[in-house]
């Protein structure tokens, strides 16, 4: 398996309002291009806002898109054409220069444009993402002010694409009401206010669903709005540290990501490997992940189903997909605690099996090595 990235991927596996989600948590700043199969767009981003949508070549122009919406038609239509081909000039100067636009309706069906686009990409289900980083990326052109936030809210109202929405909602069984008061307000519609309602009452998902009488579709798409907006969590808000986890040595400023952290274990967790498939061979592998399973019930949602690969260490990409709505200051702790947890598990299982000789000396190397 590839290594996971947040900054490049594929549509089929990363729905483009995850990718806009972690931008915004993480202040990322660049430009963010969506190759999708019904054509692509490049987002522009910076400070949690996006300044531009650039559609690409081989997408409908804003001249074939009002002819199809029947906003223009006939002869004012004809005429922009032929001056925007005589003097090489974009349509809409062309429609200023003839007159028929003034410069404040031709920037409300520019931006009407750009959002259209960008809002369509948010039920593409296949293509690729990647973001350059920068600054100040949009050029110099018709430009928005829309935060982040914003944009999640009404692209994900707008989704249509149920299969999407199923799979950014795939193994979350409940969902919490956070009790602070949200940093923004979403100005939720009446049928969205409805579900939060049953969600403070009720936390289970299929519950939700099935108490409410508004279609399970539409359901599902004010849950996943709800998510992406942090209304809501898949951890609850009281959630307290099991009594049973070892206290973390590491200190937790020291990472810049969910990322950094699970490298920096996955190299203790391959030692350990090395160390136990070296004098019992590769049954290593299967000794350790059910170290991980006799553990389970004492680790966070997002480390429970956690597999090894081949080398040892814990397959990156669905860890660190369970956690793109988690805040990181809130959540990293909990984290560490339960990588932690792991290793102590892997370590005892090592015992074990090899002696308290060899468990004395992974545990110098591990302190030898930062642990």
């Known amino acids: 398996m590839s290594e996971f990235s947040p900054l490049h991927g594929r ?3 990363v729905s483009l309002p995850r990718v806009l989600h972690h931008m915004s948590r993480e202040s990322i700043d660049g430009a963010l291009r969506v190759d999708a199969d019904d054509g692509g767009v490049t987002i522009h981003v910076m400070d949690k806002h996006i300044r531009g949508v650039s559609v ?5 122009s804003i001249d074939e898109w009002l002819e199809e919406k029947e906003v223009l038609g006939g002869e004012e239509l004809e005429r922009a054409r032929e001056l925007m081909s005589a003097d090489s ?10 007159e028929f636009w003034d410069p404040e309706v031709f920037w409300e069906w520019e931006t009407s444009y750009q959002l259209y686009h960008l809002y369509r990409c948010f039920d593409c289900d296949k293509g690729t993402y990647g973001v350059t980083t920068g600054t100040d990326t949009a050029p110099a052109w018709v430009s928005l002010d829309l935060s982040l936030h914003s944009a999640l809210v ?3 109202r707008r989704m249509r694409n149920a299969a999407v929405i199923r799979r950014e909602l795939a193994g979350v069984r409940a969902l919490f009401v956070y009790k602070k008061r949200p940093p923004t307000d979403l100005g939720l519609k009446p049928h969205e ?6 969600l403070i009452r009720e936390s289970n998902v299929e519950k939700v669903i099935k108490d ?24 609850p808000p009281d959630e307290k540290t099991s009594h049973q986890r070892p206290e973390v040595p590491t200190n937790q400023g020291s990472f810049n990501s969910f ?10 967790y391959e030692m350990v490997f ?4 070296k004098e019992i061979g590769p049954i290593a592998l299967s000794i350790l992940q059910k170290a991980i399973t006799g553990v389970g019930d004492n680790l966070p949602a997002c480390l429970r189903r956690a597999r090894l690969r081949a080398g040892g260490g814990l397959e990156e990409e669905p860890v660190l997909k369970s956690l793109w709505y988690q805040d990181f200051e809130r959540t990293i702790g909990e984290f560490l605690r339960g990588l932690e947890e792991i290793l102590y598990a892997q370590i005892y299982a090592v015992k074990r099996h090899l002696g308290v000789e060899v468990e004395q000396q992974i545990l110098k190397w591990l302190n030898r090595n930062g642990k």
């Open 212 to 235: 409410s009488f508004l279609p399970p579709p539409h359901i599902r798409r004010v849950l996943f709005m709800l998510l992406a907006a942090e209304r809501v969590s898949t951890r």
């Open 11 to 13: 549509l089929e596996e």
């Open 274 to 277: 090395r160390v136990l498939s």
């Open 259 to 268: 990322e950094d952290a699970l490298k920096y274990y996955n190299l203790k």
């Open 154 to 156: 009404e692209g994900i």
């Open 193 to 198: 206010q409805h579900i939060l309602d049953l």
């Open 56 to 60: 690409h070549p081989g997408v409908a």
């Open 89 to 98: 000039i974009p349509f809409g100067r062309a429609m200023m220069n003839l």
